[in-house]
């Protein structure tokens, strides 16, 4: 048995917002968190494995990316401020049009460093080619949900669904279980209904839930009303997608229907606040959905509409947007904006049960975030200072599922090197510059 | 002669979106910048007193922070998502009330030290004691625009106005000129005519412009109408206060004829998207300004409504945000957030014609960015990578009036243990713990 302590940091639990443990310590044995405490409390101290001296540091649970394309990373910068459309036919797909396997899984590894090295232990991904993706999940250490992306109007559409369950079948709990799977339709405007008709028989098929984005734009909500008469919630709804659990991303335009429909009935709802800045796409009523109850996780989205994967700045952002959207400076107080960001983002991938916590019975995914710099002077308020503070370099140690993947911000799994050199060489391939 | 050579950094002038030198050097002599070439232009490199190998860096004018209150770092998460009075009478008046002068001095030692290891070399600030505040920048070595905070309807309005007048003749052009001074009345709420009045024949007397906070709540606004029956900014025009050079914060709230008012009389608008997020004050109409022909630089506003005084990630939620509220993704694009946050700032505090450029004849405030970090891969594109992906801890390099103040992210003239231990006992006492 591996066994791991921690020692020394402020315990920031995310039990709720006063479970926090001035000075203690975390022990983590095979994985699994088994012992949460005052310092010395933890038993069989003399025979750890590893020990972490924490002191002057926060210990809090990773974070949680719930909506993002890794491999997007090669092309961060490619396409900027632009028109949506333009944005799409001009760049992106041409782009993307031209990647291969091999290019995805660079791009991939590149994120999970990004990802890493600003405190990020676990997202959820859609993409093309997820055999890349899983494969550097496992090789960097890493917790994921992946979805393979399915087009329903494209010509291999039913190709996408072998590949969606072949994906399922070969990846579904590996990885010493840290990385699980769920069907990824792309949308209710690229997945016609008798093309979800078909997601949902093999959901249920493999017991798995459904990834899909929904009313991103206003175009969007146009364009299903006049096809289907219905708003895209509802619509999705009328299907009966809702009786499986799923993780909607986006949200933007919705009414008070929709909103309750979502409340009630999804997993839980990706919030991607940059993203739909950046594109303009709209801002999510997020301080309303959390009223009526909804679990509302944080996604960065992909790099090319961001242009980072910081968790900490995305946070900040998004509950900054919900205060000025409300005109209430209440909406989405720091700890909230720490929760979405990470047990909520956990419930919205229905990963809830393992991560997000600092708890016993909970996976080790856990952070160390050192509090002694300047930005974070002086500490009247702990969960202040990080949600609305702190950022990404602040993160010195990441453990995943009780293993050491960076320490004292040397990423332990990843030769960065070599991957920034690959995903430079690739991106100028594909981009055209040689 | 002091003859510094900077090489081997790729060079954002900000004389333009293409005026990017891919591998340069500058070179600074006495604190100018006396030449900005290919490598090897320089002339006499054999006698440099000192030289910078910056290579994989980009080197670009430091940051320009044109609205902040800095020894507010004191009370940097002392009060966070409360309504805007409570927050004020409750937190931030008693807080403030207590403060000394060695406390400000110290709360504005703090702001100087982050303010320079996230890559801002000048601010402009607003606040009481100032002389305190005047003291820290000389000693950090800092470049700054400093006004005395004036409150009309104060018990001490005209000793606030002595103060304002002896802070000028004693600071002003001070510090080897990196010091200057504008006259700070608050807001036209607070600051009645007959004392706006005083301060513009002050103004006259003394040369000086005028900085002020205007049209930063829609209570404001219904409040000035209902007194003096027209809008914040015609009722400053009325009084003739834009017969000055008038730096305004905020102009959140604004109607057509007031756009058309700053964008013809004002000398700048600093725009603190965070502290109007935060705060939830609402967004300001920037995109309309930009395209009126205003000029308009960007304030992270103090650390109690922010609360970091990060610029880059300031000018990219700013950019972000006129997007989102515009509903077009091409509204204040990478260069431009740059552009306020640099060059535009410093014409906002009246010293764009020292810094904000990197050009022979300006003063020689450089930072350099360490671009070699997973989440600027790839290089797609160089402004867009600074703009929406780097972060604070990117910045490598800072060089104030040609000096060096932080290589290698130490800071040369700050002693940070002792700054942020007397800041910690300092805030708390303030706040009552101890």
């Known amino acids: 048995m591996k066994k791991l302590l921690i020692r020394g940091a402020t315990i920031l639990t995310m039990e709720g917002p006063d479970a926090i443990i001035d000075i203690g310590e975390i022990l983590i044995e095979d ?68 990647m291969t396997s091999e290019d995805i899984y660079w791009g991939a590894m590149l994120a999970c460093l990004e990802m890493i090295k600003s405190g990020t232990t676990c997202f959820g991904d859609m993409y093309d080619f997820m055999h890349s993706v899983a494969r550097a999940v496992e090789q960097t250490g890493m917790r994921a949900m992946l979805s393979r992306g399915m087009i329903g109007i494209a010509p291999n ?84 997608l809702f009786k499986f659990p799923v993780l909607a991303a986006h949200c933007v335009h919705l009414d008070e229907e929709e909103l309750e429909i979502l409340a009630q009935k999804a997993m839980g709802i990706a919030y991607n606040p940059q993203s739909n800045m950046k594109l303009a796409s709209g801002i999510a009523p997020v301080a309303k959905l959390i009223d009526l109850g909804a679990t509302v996780g944080i996604g960065t989205d992909g790099t090319a509409s961001n242009n980072n994967l910081d968790m900490l700045e995305e946070l900040r952002v998004g509950s900054f947007l ?21 047990i909520d983002g956990a419930l919205c991938m229905g990963l809830g049960d393992r991560v997000g916590l600092i708890k016993e019975g ?66 100028a391939r594909l981009a055209g510059e040689k």
């Open 322 to 342: 919900q205060k000025v959207a409300t005109m209430n400076p209440e909406a989405v107080p720091a700890y909230r904006a720490l929760q979405m960001a990470t």
């Open 31 to 98: 994985g699994w968190i088994t012992h949460v405490g005052l310092p010395g409390s933890a038993s069989g101290s003399f025979d750890m494995d590893e020990i972490i001296e924490a002191d002057g540091q926060v210990a809090m649970p990773g974070f949680v990316n719930c909506h993002t394309h890794a491999s997007m990373t090669l092309l961060r910068g490619y396409a900027d401020d632009l028109p949506l459309m333009q944005w799409l036919s001009e760049k992106i797909w041409p782009f993307e049009g031209k």
């Open 157 to 240: 559409a039913d190709n996408a669904l072998a590949a969606a369950e072949d994906l399922a079948r070969t990846w579904n709990g590996k990885a010493d279980g840290r990385i699980t799977v769920m069907l990824g339709p792309h949308a209710p405007y690229t997945c016609p209904p008798e093309y979800l008709d078909k997601v949902m028989n093999l959901a249920a098929k493999l017991k798995l839930g459904i990834n899909i984005h929904v009313a991103e734009t206003l175009t969007e909500v146009a364009d299903i009303k006049k096809q289907y008469g219905q708003t895209p919630v509802k619509h999705l709804d009328s299907l009966g």
């Open 362 to 427: 909970m996976r080790g995914d856990i952070i160390l975030i050192d509090t002694r710099e300047p930005h974070m002077c002086p500490q009247h308020n702990l969960v202040a200072n990080i949600a609305y503070a702190a950022n990404a370099s602040d993160v010195s140690t990441v453990i995943i599922d009780g293993k050491v993947i960076m320490q004292d911000r040397l990423v332990l799994t990843i030769d960065e090197e070599r991957v920034m050199y690959e995903v430079r060489t690739r991106a």
